[in-house]
């Protein structure tokens, strides 16, 4: 699962995105 969607990118802490998709949204 190498290419998740953002929901999954911000539900994920050990993705580098987890912040700055909650973030961003």
């Known amino acids: 699962m190498s ?3 953002p929901d999954r990118l ?3 802490p050990d993705s580098p ?3 700055a998709d ?3 949204r």
Request: net charge negative; hydrophobic share 40%; no cysteine.
């Open 3 to 5: 290419d998740t969607p």
């Open 10 to 12: 911000s539900v994920d």
């Open 17 to 19: 995105f987890h912040d």
């Open 22 to 24: 909650v973030l961003a």
